[in-house]
């Protein structure tokens, strides 16, 4: 059985030499005008692939599904049922089921969060974080950025990704932001994406990747059911979704404060009642533990 595993370890890790061997030549063989030629025809072919114009004429999208939720170490610290609701390329609404009491919004580069607490701006780090999170968003890339000046596209090989066979393509923004997609070579969609990143608050590099499978077609779409993104190699979230709705009129009011205050005015007067009978109980139980002691 040893033999078996380790066998199968030296296959694999062969494979992968193999793979990166190939991509290096095939880039070194290139003219750049070459590399840049098949890098798009390969977006081209991936774009087709998730729906062409239904892809590219997205206005919404609702996700219902569960999040898992990692700390640094990579420990799992929450998992919980959740409605998304975006707006792309910068608009983005979380709420938490079935309470709808915890919800995040995303507003380009305005955000607000509800919580126990009531409604209060988001900082200022994760505002900064999340907007470079919206210019490395694959939606983003594969609709909008693309066509930016000054993006540079580069081919960047054969590789074996996730098992599978797959093609690199890599682009460089005027920002010199480099982000990498590997394309399976079956079905042309994306199942990974790699991007340099920066710490906001120690601005430390890093790199960031993200995991694409599982996919559906709904309503012409090929969506990803499962996603799950990693930081310096420590899993920062995981996804699976329930169901996905394209393009039910998402109202632009949802992504407002004015939306989040609305809310607290239903679920505050539960949330301070319900904190109010929280605090006499444990009131109640300390005075019996008072009474127990002096018996």
């Keep these: 059985m040893k033999q078996g595993i380790l066998l199968g370890v ?20 290139m003219m750049p005008d070459q590399s840049s030629a098949k890098a798009k025809q390969i977006i081209d072919q ?9 892809y590219l004429n997205i206005h919404d999208v609702t996700c219902e599904g569960r999040l898992g939720t990692f700390d640094h170490s990579g420990q799992l610290t929450g998992f919980g049922h959740f409605i998304d609701y975006q707006i792309p390329p910068s608009k983005e609404r979380q709420e938490n089921l079935p309470k709808r009491n915890i919800i995040e919004v995303w507003n380009a580069d305005k955000g607000w969060d509800l ?26 890339i594969l609709r909008w950025r693309i ?17 599978k066979p797959a093609q690199w393509v890599e682009l460089t923004d005027s920002d010199n932001r480099i982000i990498r997609i590997a394309f399976a070579d079956d079905t042309h969609l994306p199942i990974r994406k790699t991007a340099a990143t920066r710490d906001p608050k120690t601005q430390i590099k890093g790199q960031e990747i993200e995991y694409f499978s599982n996919y559906h077609p709904i309503q012409g779409i090929q969506t990803a059911y499962q ?46 009642a319900r904190e109010q009978k929280e ?6 139980t300390k ?3 008072d009474d127990s002691d002096d018996n």
């Design 10 to 29: 030296l296959l694999a890790t062969g494979l992968l030499a193999s793979a990166n061997a190939r991509a290096q030549d095939a880039d070194e063989l």
């Design 46 to 54: 991936a774009i087709d692939a998730l729906g062409g114009e239904k």
């Design 115 to 140: 919580d126990r607490g009531g409604v209060s701006p988001m900082p200022r780090v994760d505002l900064a974080d999340n907007m470079e999170s919206e210019k490395k968003d694959i939606y983003n």
């Design 147 to 163: 066509h930016e000046p000054g993006m540079i596209f580069r081919y960047a090989g054969e590789d074996l990704v996730d098992l």
């Design 227 to 272: 996603i799950a993104r990693e930081r310096n190699g420590i899993k920062i979230f995981q996804v699976f979704f329930d169901k996905c709705d394209y393009n039910t009129n998402v109202s632009d009011s949802l992504f407002t404060k004015d939306s989040l205050d609305q809310r607290w005015a239903q679920v505050g007067k539960k949330e301070t």
């Design 279 to 284: 605090a006499q109980e444990r009131k109640k």
């Design 287 to 289: 005075q019996e533990s």
